[in-house]
Antibody, heavy 120, light 107 residues
Framework: QVQLVQSGAEVKKPGASVKVSCKAS????????MHWVRQAPGQGLEWMGW????????NYAQKFQGWVTMTRDTSISTAYMELSRLRSDDTAVYYC?????????????WGQGTLVTVSS | DIQMTQSPSSVSASVGDRVTITCRAS??????LAWYQQKPGKAPKLLIY???SLQSGVPSRFSGSGSGTDFTLTISSLQPEDFATYYC?????????FGGGTKVEIK
């Protein structure tokens, strides 16, 4: 079955960077865009951007441009999201989510989430 | 960015009730709208896409309607497992956005 498995929880200091991985299985990794969505504690969902695993092309939400980097390694069917210059308000659960269908921008399935805590 | 406004922000209902949640887009998005359900500590789950298409495996008591700027998610007969937070999401623009969420609570 289609599955996305994310890396484990991280604790980072302000100003540091974090890199979260998302390993895909059960489908052709290069056939579907991968999105990243975050959720601060008790808050709603915030879309961060997508990566096209086939070409490596990316589209970042304006808020995250210059601050987030999405990459992939097709040899191991894994997508990555790196966020730099972390602040305390970047504390959130970060999810990867696949396009339901190629280019549809509906998210299904989702990874289990990775909690990133930013604290001094 | 297209802003998505959900109402109400929370609703109290009983098992068996009909529940309706609305989502309004700041500009027309045709039918480029999805609905998700999220339970505490879990990832969101896709319920409806393209405004009214039921995702595979989702019970038929869930339905979606609308186009342009106004959309509705209806749960025809609320079940115990439906108490959760629901989000709408637009996919019309290059920058995707979610609504603020509607929490469905037990009355």
């Amino acid at each position: 079955q289609v599955q996305l498995v994310q890396s484990g929880a991280e604790v980072k200091k302000p100003g540091a960077s974090v890199k979260v991985s998302c390993k895909a299985s059960g489908y052709t990794f290069t056939g579907y865009y991968m999105h990243w969505v975050r959720q601060a504690p008790g808050q709603g969902l915030e879309w961060m951007g997508w990566i096209n695993p086939n070409s490596g092309g990316t589209n970042y939400a304006q808020k995250f441009q210059g601050w987030v980097t999405m990459t992939r390694d097709t040899s191991i069917s894994t997508a990555y999201m790196e966020l730099s210059r972390l602040r305390s308000d970047d504390t959130a659960v970060y999810y990867c989510a696949r396009d339901l269908r190629a280019g549809a921008n509906w998210f299904d399935p989702w990874g289990q989430g990775t909690l990133v805590t930013v604290s001094s | 960015d297209i802003q998505m406004t959900q109402s109400p922000s929370s609703v109290s209902a009983s098992v068996g009730d009909r529940v309706t949640i609305t989502c309004r887009a700041s500009q027309g998005i045709s039918s480029w709208l999805a609905w998700y359900q999220q339970k505490p500590g879990k990832a969101p789950k896709l319920l409806i896409y393209a405004a009214s298409s039921l995702q595979s495996g989702v019970p038929s008591r869930f339905s979606g309607s609308g186009s342009g700027t106004d959309f509705t998610l209806t749960i025809s007969s609320l079940q115990p497992e439906d108490f959760a937070t629901y989000y709408c999401q637009q996919a019309n623009s290059f920058s995707l956005t979610f609504g603020g969420g509607t929490k469905v609570e037990i009355k």
